[in-house]
């Protein structure tokens, strides 16, 4: 295949960024997205140009490390993929594709498609965990047992790999899949609700802290999302932070 | 040749550890505010490990090159965890548990570290439920289980396909809440360059912010290495990209001893190679085992049929089929452990029955557990048992449940839906058993630097077994280092913060910038992935499945050859004070270049075969590997001396008290 590709190039955090364009050619069809990267960027370093930065790391789908905006889309035009296992047969021979970094004001570029995500990790710090310690005196696993349903809504809560995906797709980038994610696994385990109440209040602050837009229902975070975390979990965690108001 | 000292402690096996933890020295809660750790790495050991240290009232400092403690390669384990909790009542205990993973690691591990590490996994269970880690439950609501190879019982608790990613995030959760608190400081996007010795001790590193390319100084009053396994020293593994060698590596040059180098375990279920494009390679859980039969065609004129594209695997009749596994060892059948299920694939490959173009590939079939699954289903349902097409939506539903994220991630990869045709599998680097050599505290040979996980060598003898990686690891992290550390620790209460401005800190900060400095200012013509490549597949021919004296040796000069040429010849562009991805990449392939030297020599100088080690010159008539009790029966563990291969060798003899040690048979 041949492609046109219009990157993002950025050199800093500072400086300005701009598209540059990149002809690139015999790319096999079962190549990942990025190995076709990989291509492009042996192909600068043999000309003595800057390859473009892009973050990676296990390319197989889960540490949710890799975050390009493809053609207008976050992780490309595949569905319930990464950018890692997105493969260059989605695309025709001859095509342009346009590669951006997931743009928000939370999300800071560090360098061409490489940005910022630490909001989430601070979002996490400040209530993403059930407080308890390691002891090894902690009671049997099975002692309380948890209904099927919710054991197995509370996982596919738990499966986001905090890629950003959402907050890039969102027009608001707003972070309330991510966020209502964590809320929901923890708030539908008995181990969880302990702290529920504290738990949505502060996530939610800090959330709002980090510059995270508002949530107006559009969805859009539910499509792009390479997990299939379902819309369901912000109308939870609505319900959990209201009540959270209602209490206090 | 002098001998490695393990510190074991005195008394029965089952009682070591209880007895270690009441008699090693402690620090108060007090003097622990005046204490800290350095961890490096934060994948379930250093996760685990950082959280816990801080609960204890430690400062801790943790460090990881990825943008998040939370993508740490740990994320990407698939299948399970085991522990010896009994909950499906098939007779497991602690000392099965221990039993199976010695033998499973082909009785080259050490017997007590095995035994601590059975004992504690059920308390893992514990604490991750009580995190808040989803784990598979039944409709009575208690935990699930299966089973992984080399065991006859079901131990192993998972999250779906996710496990590692559940137990990842559970351990990442516990640091957050202590990162909040203010007792870990994290630094994310940072790379440790060296250790930094004062007296003879571990008393910090030299790290790179990878954001803006500056050194940076951090003490501290012990550091704990979790840094992971060295698989991707053969370029193509299953590891992420970024896994390395290099803060292991570092403590080695530095002077921690280097054990077992060429354990290597290669694991037999991943997407084959596709191209020379390749960048990594993608498991297929063992967890698949427990429902896929392996089978390659039984006629040759099949095989053929099949690379031409004239026949579909589904269209061979089942007497036509070769399940090779079920055949040779009919007590595990399916699930042998990994490496004896890794070679007999590569045998039925060599004798030229692989089953995609490339001729390395063999089938791994649901059919029959899509079609028992849907019969079972039918049954409860009370629907007509004899409708096939029924049959196979029910079971392809059980099946989806179980593992459906592994078969739509082999879709999106291979273009094939595997619930229709059986997936292609073949072996590849997976993990690394050997790693820092330490004693039974996790302590190296240099006084206060540990390591933890699979960067070091302890538990897994010569071969892992599944799903217990993610134990070893959580093990380690939560109930091992955080007590045996304070035995250490307990000397140091006087001590005081330690300054960064001796000349330790200085020379060592200087050193790590003449190296940066010239890979930048090297202007050769080959990038850095040239050499990795390159590196790979001289590991893979020559240092892979199998290995023999006349390739070791050739492995040897190829890899200093290349190393040499490495050095003349690798372009880094861009420049150290800012974010250069080559730079960093450059500075882990030239310690993969010393580690792969010596992984050979290593594997040379032991001319057994044992576990994932295979030597030609050492098989039964049958081709199973032979192990030689006399003279092997000891950990190899390498003090570094200047070019890697002349490292001098320090054996620690390997007692079994409580085992018979016999040959291994899954027959």
Redesign the interface.
């Known amino acids: 295949m041949d492609l046109i590709l219009k990157i993002w190039r950025q050199?800093?955090s500072e400086s300005k960024g701009k598209m540059v364009k990149y002809n690139i050619s015999d790319i096999?069809p079962?190549?990942?997205f990025?190995?076709m990267m990989?291509?492009l960027n042996?192909q600068?370093?043999?000309k003595?140009?800057?390859?473009v930065?892009f973050?990676?790391?296990?390319?197989?789908?889960?540490?949710?490390?890799c975050s390009m905006f493809i053609n207008g889309e976050a992780h490309g035009p595949?569905r319930?993929?990464t950018t890692c296992?997105l493969?260059m047969?989605k695309f025709q021979d001859g095509e342009t594709i346009t590669i951006e970094p997931f743009r928000a004001n939370a999300f800071p570029v560090?360098?061409d498609l490489?940005v910022?995500?630490?909001a989430?990790?601070r979002v996490?710090?400040?209530?993403?965990?059930?407080?308890?310690?390691?002891s090894?005196n902690?009671?049997?696993?099975?002692s309380?047992?948890?209904?099927?349903n919710d054991?197995?809504r509370?996982?596919d809560a738990?499966?986001c790999?905090?890629c950003g995906a959402c907050v890039a797709s969102c027009k608001n980038a707003s972070a309330m899949l991510f966020v209502s994610a964590k809320v929901s696994?923890?708030s539908l385990?008995p181990?969880?609700k302990i702290e529920a109440t504290d738990r949505v209040r502060n996530m939610v602050k800090q959330m709002d802290q980090e510059g995270f837009g508002n949530c107006t229902n559009t969805g859009a975070c539910e499509v792009e999302c390479p997990k299939g975390i379902s819309l369901e979990n912000i109308a939870r965690m609505n319900r959990e932070y209201l009540s959270t108001l209602l209490k206090s | 040749m002098s001998k490695m000292d393990s510190k074991t402690p005195k008394g029965p096996l089952k009682e070591k550890w209880t007895n270690h933890k009441s008699s090693i020295n402690l620090v108060s809660p007090a003097n622990k505010r005046l204490i800290d750790v350095i961890v490096v790495g934060t994948g379930l050991a250093g996760a685990?490990a950082s959280?816990?240290l801080a609960?204890l009232g430690y400062n801790v400092k943790s460090f990881c090159f990825?943008?998040?403690?939370?993508?740490?390669?740990s994320?990407?384990a698939q299948g399970g965890i085991n522990a010896a909790?009994n909950?499906q009542g098939d007779g497991d205990s602690t000392y099965r548990l221990f039993y199976d993973t010695i033998k499973g690691g082909d009785y080259r591990s050490r017997e007590e570290n095995v035994y601590r590490l059975a004992e504690?996994s059920a308390?893992i269970?514990?604490?991750?439920?009580?995190?808040?880690v989803?784990?598979?439950?039944?409709?009575?609501?208690?935990?699930d289980n299966r089973s992984f190879g080399g065991v006859l019982v079901s131990r192993t608790f998972y999250?779906?396909g996710?496990t590692g990613?559940?137990l990842l995030?559970g351990a990442?959760?516990?640091m957050?809440?202590q990162?909040?608190r203010g007792k870990i400081k994290?630094y994310?996007r940072h790379e440790m360059m060296d250790l930094v010795l004062v007296d003879g001790r571990a008393r910090g590193i030299i790290a790179r912010n990878l954001?803006n390319g500056k050194l940076e100084r951090h003490s501290a009053h012990a550091v704990v290495i979790a840094s992971g396994g060295y698989g991707n020293v053969f370029f193509l593994s299953?590891n992420?990209?970024?896994s390395n060698v290099t803060a292991a590596w570092k403590i080695h040059k530095k002077g921690a001893h280097f054990a077992n180098p060429c354990f290597t375990q290669i694991h037999p279920t991943c997407i084959p190679v596709?191209?020379d494009?390749?960048?990594?390679l993608?498991?297929m859980s063992e967890s698949l085992r427990n429902d896929g039969r392996i089978w390659v065609p039984k006629n040759i004129e099949d095989v053929k049929a099949i690379r031409e594209g004239k026949l579909s695997p589904a269209e061979i009749e089942e007497e036509n089929r070769d399940y090779y596994l079920e055949r040779r060892y009919p007590a595990f059948g399916n699930l042998v452990p990994r490496d004896v299920a890794s070679r007999a694939a590569k045998e039925r490959c060599d004798a030229g029955y692989g089953v995609n173009k490339t001729g390395e590939a063999v089938y791994l079939d649901f059919s029959s557990a899509i079609e028992r699954y849907g019969k079972e289903e039918a049954h409860v349902k009370g629907l007509n048992e004899e409708d096939k097409v029924l049959i196979k939506k029910l079971g392809q539903q059980i099946i989806k449940s179980k593992y459906g994220n592994l078969f739509?991630?082999y879709e999106?990869?291979v273009?094939q839906n595997p619930y229709e045709t059986p997936m292609m599998i073949y072996p590849a680097v997976h993990y690394t058993m050997g790693g820092v050599w330490v004693d039974y505290n996790l302590m190296t040979s240099i006084p206060g630097c540990y390591a933890i996980g699979e960067a070091n060598f302890s538990d897994h003898g010569a071969n892992r077994l599944g799903a217990s990686a993610l134990m070893q690891g959580l093990a380690d992290g939560?109930?091992v280092l955080?007590y045996t550390i304070g035995d250490y620790l307990s000397g140091d209460i006087r001590t005081g913060k330690i300054s960064t401005d001796t000349p330790e800190f200085v020379l060592a900060e200087e050193a790590v910038r003449v190296r940066l400095a010239k890979f930048i200012y090297n202007k050769g013509e080959h990038?850095v992935?040239y050499y990795h490549k390159k590196l790979g597949k001289i590991m893979w021919n020559k240092c892979g499945m199998s290995r023999n004296e006349k390739d070791l040796k050739e492995a040897i000069s190829e890899i200093k050859s290349l190393r040499k040429n490495f050095y003349e010849s690798v372009?880094v562009?861009?420049r150290v004070d800012?974010?250069n991805?080559?730079l960093a990449k450059a500075v882990r392939v030239a310690d993969f270049l010393e580690l792969g030297e010596l992984f050979a020599k290593d594997a040379l100088e032991r001319t057994e075969s044992c576990g994932g080690h295979f030597r030609e010159e050492s098989q039964t008539l049958e081709g199973e590997a032979l192990r030689d009790d006399d003279f092997f029966n000891f950990v190899s563990s390498w003090k570094y001396n200047g070019e890697p291969s002349e490292a001098i060798l320090r054996k620690e003899m390997l007692y079994y008290e409580e085992i018979e040690v016999k040959t291994r048979s899954y027959k």
């Open positions: 050199s800093n096999s079962d190549m990942s990025l190995e990989d291509v042996d600068l370093i043999k003595g140009d800057d390859p930065a973050d990676h790391d296990c390319r197989e789908g889960i540490c949710g490390m595949d319930l993929v296992q493969h047969r560090i360098k490489v910022d995500r630490s989430f990790d996490q710090q400040a209530g993403g965990f059930i407080s308890v310690n390691t090894g902690t009671q049997d696993a099975n309380i047992p948890i209904e099927k054991a197995d509370a996982f738990a499966i790999i905090g696994q923890y385990l181990q969880g | 685990s959280a816990t609960e990825q943008d998040s403690p939370r993508r740490a390669h994320i990407a909790k909950y504690v308390n269970i514990d604490q991750c439920v009580a995190q808040g989803p784990f598979a439950r039944d409709y009575g609501g208690l935990l999250a779906k996710q990613q559940q995030l990442y959760s516990a957050n809440r990162i909040g994290m994310n954001v299953t992420a990209m970024g596709s191209g494009h390749q960048s990594k993608t498991l739509q991630m999106k990869i273009d939560y109930f955080p990038s992935d372009k562009p861009g800012e974010f991805e080559e």
